[in-house]
């Protein structure tokens, strides 16, 4: 069985063709600037391909992918028959959905009512579904969401402290997002040091640009850092995470700014970008730290405070935790981050070994023999848990 994963964003798109009976990766690539000029296709199958070509719209684009999966030089299939099912990345399934669910109109309606909720993504989310739908005529489409696995949270988790009518109107609660990334590190630790899931209590810290942890006990996502929208929780690349809410009409009125304004630098100007003046991206930060940048140094320091904060929270909600683990570009490949999150822990008895830590991209356990809670890095594989979840509801 073969399985093409999409995450279509608002001008990308990101697939990969999955062959079930082994898991590999048959082909896989990136449309990006769809709709905006120089819009271009990387693909990489039985060879590499890289084009500039014009994407009009997801239409396009999936054509485009279709095009290259099909390509006798690059591609890696003869017949777009071959292609059993399309898993979809969907960011958020609101209250309606707790697991992946395969595609139907009345799914589709459901959708459509979430857009509210998550207007930059879940838009996409649904073109691309509708265009498979025409494209791939007859083949299977799985959803799976972002919020899904945080819908176990209890009601003293996701509920905020404002007046109740507006969870009832507005469904105005915390989701949680990256369901996907938590649940699969957090299971593959299970395989890893072979104890069920359901004797565990985890941390799960998805550190990229984006980034959110979440305390997951007996199997269960009990509490997540974002909210009702991934603004809430950790300081980001360009978000700011928690803040006072009086902050916002502070702004507005100083600066003169409209509340979506505010939004927006809360949004795409603020986290380690606002405070450093340097960049969104890590790297450049630690480049600017060794270079005696203070701003950049008061950057990161936010950031590791701020996730050694909700650890420590975690650890107090499930009272205790077992295992700590870090994924995503920045908690698989910088040790840096590791070890300035986990000076934080020592009252939990964590004790990092410098050379297991010294470690990028793959999955090990970076901490000592003694140490009381074990830490690992594990990387997280969205698209396969996707490919997995569509092959599980296609064997249903
Ligand atoms: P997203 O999927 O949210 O866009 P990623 O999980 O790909 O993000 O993470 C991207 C971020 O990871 C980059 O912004 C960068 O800061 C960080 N990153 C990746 N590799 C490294 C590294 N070797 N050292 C430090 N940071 C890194």
Redesign the pocket.
Known sequence: MKILVLNCGSSSLKYQLINMEDESVLAKGLCERIGIENSRIKHEGKGKYENICNMKDHKDAIKMVIDALLNPDYGVIKSIDEVNAVGHRVVHGGEFFSESVIVTEEVKKSLEECVELAPLHNPANILGINVCEELLKGKPQVAVFDTAFHQTMPEKAYLYAIPYEYYEKYKIRRYGFHGTSHRYISQRLSEIINKPLEELKVITC??????SVCAIKNGKSVDTSMGFTPLEGLVM?TRSGDLDPAIIPYLCEKENMSVKEVEKVLNSKSGVLGVSCVS???????DAVSKGDKKAESALELFYYRVAKYIGSYAAAMNGVDAIIFT???????P??RQNICNYLNYLGVQIDDQKNNC?GKETIISTENSKTSVYCIP?NEELVIARDTKCLLDK
């Open positions: 998805h550190l990229g640009n984006g980034a690349g969104s991206d890590f790297r450049d930060i630690e995503a570009g920045l908690g698989e490949n910088s840096e981050t990028r997280t």
